[in-house]
């Protein structure tokens, strides 16, 4: 039966992270008269910033394109911890009364779209129920609940074996011989943090990964906010760091022998003579997968005074000691991190349905990177690959509020991009790059076209100009009232701590 009362909210948004709590504040910005909720499954803000507490945890991009596009990064520091990036979350949050519209410890289980009415039920677990006219999934792309699981079987060993999604606060490292499993930007920032004060941390990889070291401070920023306003010096910085991350991509894509001449180049000043090519040599051209970024040079100048080294082999078999590896090596270890990867997740693990008719995204075309084929008010934030989460993040919820207000301006409740069943379409790789967290996941994910608007795009420049200033009304996105008007108000949740 259709319920008739007015929905709770116009917009319910989903996760307390950097995609909600940046969809709150375009609201907040864009959509002044919209009444909206927050819903966050933990106890606190920051999503990934807040659940992830290992040794170094920092950013592995740039802080003037993972920081908000309305909200300066003001720090000295570009590459920045993330205590100072929960900060900064929590300061907007703060300062624009986001906090208000959120509720904590509220973890979403499913969500089912009557067409008729255009609205949203969202069933709590517990079983509250909360209404709205549109969905916003900012519950992030990984599995909060399991990470990857590679396969070990480490009963044989004698210490301590830890993922770094479940980080224990109590864990005593110093003077202990620490082995990190993988070479991807989780290790490499534990690696040189946990070599500060273990006896020996040897990061243990499998394959080889492409580094990039720069220093955290950004030299030309900080110069300009001396000498700038605040919000002008940020937009000339996060400009540059665009166009230089995209001019980085393209060469190496065009170009991949030249970059890495480049990359080698840099390690080996580092390193000097304890430089191994063969360690730092992936069986991959650069940004076939993403670049790892090391700030400061960090990890190598703990490989440099000898507290921290890499070992590279295929993993035999877990011992008392340690790792023995299939060549006969055997890798000592007192405590193991198993940084090995993390398991996506499409929707939050939300099950989405219209109607009672379970939404099945991989079957599904990605509508402008933000909304999906014929899945009406609701729109979602996967961030690029090749750049900074937040730069999607702000376009698609940029992008979202202008479809919102051109619903008010026609008297609309629903918003659907329409795909008829004959579309020809042409489909692309979605996410063309080798990573195995991503190669794992292609089969939970929507699908991708060759061109716009029915594609999840990897070219920020070219994608601001289409969200930013392309119609919204581009003869796709169809505009529709509701059968069935409401009627009442209903009883609103009040957010709760």
């Not at 899945?375 to 690029?384: D, Q, T």
């Not at 529709?480 to 949740?493: H, I, Y």
Request: charged letters at 30%; aromatic letters at 10%; a negative charge.
């Amino acid at each position: 039966m259709t319920d008739t009362t007015v929905p709770d909210f116009d917009v319910l948004i989903v996760g307390a992270g950097i995609s909600g709590i940046g969809m709150a504040a375009h609201l907040e910005m864009m959509c002044p008269d919209r009444s909206y909720g927050l819903l966050e499954r933990r106890e606190k803000l920051g999503g990934t910033w807040d659940l992830f507490r290992y040794p170094g945890i920092r950013s592995d991009s740039d802080m003037h394109t993972l920081g908000f596009a309305f909200e300066p990064w003001t720090h000295e520091k570009s590459i920045a911890d993330g205590p100072a990036i929960l900060e900064y979350l929590h300061r907007i949050a703060d300062e624009r009364g986001i906090r208000d519209h959120i509720r904590f410890n509220s973890k979403v289980v499913s969500a089912d779209f009557d067409v008729d009415s255009a609205r949203w039920t969202v069933t709590l677990e517990g079983g509250d129920i909360v209404t709205a006219n549109w969905l916003y999934l900012g519950s992030g792309y990984y599995d909060y609940d399991e990470p990857h699981d590679a396969g070990f079987d480490t009963s044989g060993f004698g210490g301590q074996v830890i993922h770094p999604q479940f980080w224990p606060e109590d864990l005593d490292y110093a003077g202990k011989k620490v082995v990190v499993i993988g070479s991807g930007a989780t290790a490499v920032t534990i690696v040189p943090s946990m070599a500060d004060k273990a006896a020996h941390v040897t990061m243990l990889q499998r394959t080889p990964t492409y580094y990039f070291s720069r220093p955290a401070k950004d030299g030309l920023a900080n110069w300009l906010r001396k000498v700038l306003p605040a919000e002008t010096a940020y937009k000339i910085t996060r400009w540059k760091n665009v166009t230089m991350q995209d001019i980085g991509f393209k060469r190496a894509r065009s170009k991949p022998e030249k970059v890495k001449d480049f990359l080698f180049k840099k390690i080996r000043a580092e390193l000097g003579d304890k430089f191994d090519e063969q360690a730092f040599t992936p069986p991959y051209d650069p940004w076939d997968q993403r670049l790892c970024l090391v700030p400061d040079a960090d990890l190598f100048r703990a490989m440099r005074e000898g507290r921290a080294s890499i070992a590279t082999g295929h993993i035999d078999k877990f011992e008392e000691r340690g790792i023995r590896l299939k060549s006969g090596e055997l890798v000592e270890a007192d405590i193991i991190i198993t940084a090995t990867g993390l398991k996506l997740a499409m929707a939050g693990k939300i099950d989405v349905s219209v109607e009672g008719e379970p939404v099945k995204f991989e079957e599904r075309f990605y509508y402008k990177g933000a909304m999906f084929s014929n899945l009406p008010n609701l729109s979602a934030v996967f961030g690029y690959l090749n750049a900074s989460w937040t730069l999607r993040a702000d376009l698609v919820s940029e992008y979202t509020c202008r479809v919102l207000n051109r619903m008010a301006e026609k008297g609309a409740d629903l918003a659907t991009p329409v795909l008829p069943d004959d579309h020809g379409l042409e489909e692309d790789d979605i996410f063309d790059f080798s990573s195995g967290y991503i190669q794992r996941s292609k089969h939970i994910m929507p699908k991708n076209a060759t061109a716009m608007p029915w594609r999840l795009n990897q070219e920020y420049v070219r994608d601001r100009k289409d969200m930013k200033t392309g119609a919204v009304e581009d003869g796709i996105l169809a505009f529709g009232k509701a059968k069935v008007a409401p009627d009442a108000k209903s009883e609103t949740l009040e957010p709760a701590e």
